[in-house]
């Protein structure tokens, strides 16, 4: 377990070495660059000025140079200063990590708890009404616009009906609350916006453990499990689920770069001041130090969720913990 | 052989009904100068965010604009970005994946690497991060979305090649002194392309809800040329007082994508060949 383990942490170094390879291209090698972005503005800035803003950001080194440059100082975790307002890019995403980490977690957990009875259910009732709806709700899901989805619960819930506030994560006057009142206020703000973003995740992941079981089901193993008189409930939680949850694990893992993502959408539309907006924002104001940050973290965040997945797939399928030991 | 796939995808009466709105859709983003009761972009100052009503099904904007005609609008700037942004994905896709499944070795574990590292970055930042340098406008996005999409067409022409230049017809032209480029394209890409074109209706319903949410955060199709996600924009402008401006773009964007992806499911179906074996049935 420890070698696979030290084996797959290998296998991210040359991936995010291409992570800030690709983040350094995007922004350097597209059209405009940094330096004429922040003269546009003023049609007036001078040569002299285009300069010393290129020698300031160090942009008038060769291209490999100054990658290089960018590359020591992001191992120290030292991506520069904002453009915005000076302060250091790693003191702005550290401050806004936190909130989308909890949502995206709490979607995510949110997803298995939903989408994956789901899924067991329709398989061992495959064909029957619950499967048929099911179906219908994972295409549905599949195809609905979150976003707009997000406006129409908004407006159900938070204009027409007053239940739910539409923006941020807590009331203005949540200091002078008690514990249990101030809980209850997070709740009211994040029940929307996690719920949302878990509406696509659990279409996606009942469809595909609904198929995963409906695989398992039909082997061998669960037939001599039935054939020897067991009840159906225990062939379907300890023979058939635990084989079957082993490829909805990869695609847990794979789902995160989509909730990250997804992120910008959410905290824009309800104003959660987490990575996501931090993005919007900085995109919109071309805070090139800060969108490099962001485009890096949030592919290394993908990095440890796949490792993430990986590993609970090492643990639940044991052929991966003994093939890591003989190698 | 495409008689054959019609029959098959006839069965599935969802999928017809999928492709038959995809038909619907397309005509009329064909024909919107005709079919659309007012000009897009024409400004009424006395029909100020008017409810739906008989001169205006689906009610009006916040300048006055029928919602109706700007959404039959809309319908060309989504389907234009589907169609073209799955294009380049699909072209890159196809092209890396099979120099990478014909050639293996270095060449395809570098290619894979890159997808790897591609897939890492959650999609939506990196085209943030684009627009963010580049001008946001209907063919910035188209190429973005494609530009960022290829990933998963790659892996699958690459799995089909692998297995596909396995087989005794590719070892035949080999042997009768076929060119490279000959194989690839000539003999193996027609045998891999049915899981591409299933990948690709999924894809353009990917597309358009993509497409959709960058109009919507102001950063795709640029105002006053219409896309159903920036009318969701003034849509949420106007949250409180007119539902008419977020409720039917919405609707228009569900059905559009659900109709792709039943048709997806439909291909999916007719095109596997497993499943061939069961057609009498």
């Not at chain 2, 994508?257 to 095109?271: I, T």
Request: net charge positive; proline share 5%.
């Amino acid at each position: 377990m420890l070698q696979y383990l030290f084996k797959r942490l290998l296998l991210m170094i040359p991936l995010i070495f291409g992570i800030t390879l690709i983040t350094f291209s995007v922004v350097h090698l597209a059209p405009g660059g940094p330096v004429d972005v922040q003269t546009e503005m003023s049609l007036k800035a001078s040569a002299q000025a285009r300069e010393n803003l290129k020698r300031l950001y160090g942009l008038d080194k060769p291209l490999h140079e100054q990658y290089l440059d960018w590359l020591k100082r992001f191992i120290r975790l030292d991506f520069g200063k904002s453009f915005v307002d000076g302060r250091t890019v790693i003191e702005k995403i550290a401050e806004r990590i936190p909130v989308t980490l909890i949502i995206n977690v709490l979607s995510l957990s949110l997803i298995i708890a939903i989408a994956i009875p789901i899924g067991v259910l329709s398989a061992t009732k495959q064909y029957s009404i619950f499967d048929k709806l099911t179906t219908v709700f994972v295409f549905i899901g599949f195809s609905t616009p979150t976003f707009w989805l997000a406006l129409i619960l908004m407006i159900i819930f938070g204009v027409s009906l007053g239940l739910l506030p539409i923006s941020g994560i807590q009331s203005i006057d949540v200091s002078g609350m008690g514990l249990v009142d101030r809980i209850i206020d997070w709740a009211k703000h994040l029940i929307l916006p996690v719920g949302l973003s878990a509406f696509g995740g659990i279409a996606g992941l009942s469809r595909y453990s609904r198929s995963s079981m409906l695989e398992v089901i039909r082997q061998d193993y669960i037939r001599t499990a039935r054939a020897k008189g067991l009840k159906e409930s225990d062939v379907i939680i300890h023979h058939a689920l635990r084989n079957a949850l082993l490829p909805v694990v990869t695609i847990l893992g794979l789902s995160v770069p989509g909730l990250i993502g997804g992120s910008v959408i959410f905290e824009t539309i309800f104003a959660i001041p987490g990575m996501g907006q931090l993005f919007y924002s900085s995109a919109m104001a071309r805070d090139y130090p800060t969108i490099m940050g962001i485009l890096v973290i949030g592919a290394v965040l993908t990095l440890i969720g796949n490792l993430l997945a990986d590993i609970s797939y090492a643990i639940v399928d044991p052929r991966i913990r003994v093939s890591g030991k003989n190698r | 052989m495409i008689k054959i796939i019609w029959k098959r995808f006839r069965k599935n009466s969802l999928s017809v009904a999928g492709l038959a709105a995809i038909v619907f859709l397309a005509v009329i983003a064909l024909f919107a100068p005709v079919v659309s009761p007012y000009e897009p972009t024409a400004i009424d100052v006395y029909n100020v965010l008017s409810p739906p009503n008989s001169s205006h099904l689906f009610g009006t904007d916040e300048l006055g604009r029928d919602v109706l005609s700007r959404m039959i609008w809309g319908a060309r700037a989504s389907l234009k970005v589907g169609f073209i942004a799955v294009g380049i994905a699909i072209t890159i896709g196809c092209i890396l994946g099979s120099v990478s499944g014909f050639y293996g070795g270095r060449i395809d574990a570098i290619i894979m690497r890159f997808v790897d590292i591609m897939l890492a970055f959650p999609t939506f930042f990196l085209i943030l991060a684009v627009i963010s340098i580049v001008e946001p406008s209907i063919s910035t996005i188209m190429i973005i979305i494609g530009l960022t999409g290829w990933m998963d067409v790659a892996r699958l022409v690459r799995a089909e090649f692998l297995t596909i230049k396995e087989r005794d017809f590719i070892s035949a032209a080999k042997a009768v002194g076929a060119k490279d480029l000959r194989i690839i394209f000539r003999h193996i890409m027609p045998n891999a392309l049915s899981p591409v074109f299933v990948a690709a209706t999924f894809g353009i319903a990917g597309a358009i809800l993509v497409e959709s949410g960058l109009s919507f955060l102001g950063l795709g199709v640029q105002p006053p040329e219409p896309s159903w996600g920036n009318i969701l924009t003034s849509g949420k402008d106007n949250i409180t007082v007119a539902w008419w401006l977020s409720l039917f773009p919405g609707i228009a964007i569900l059905i559009t994508v659900l109709s792709y992806n039943l048709v997806g499911e439909g291909l999916r179906d007719a095109l596997d060949p497993r499943l061939w074996g069961k057609e009498k049935n």
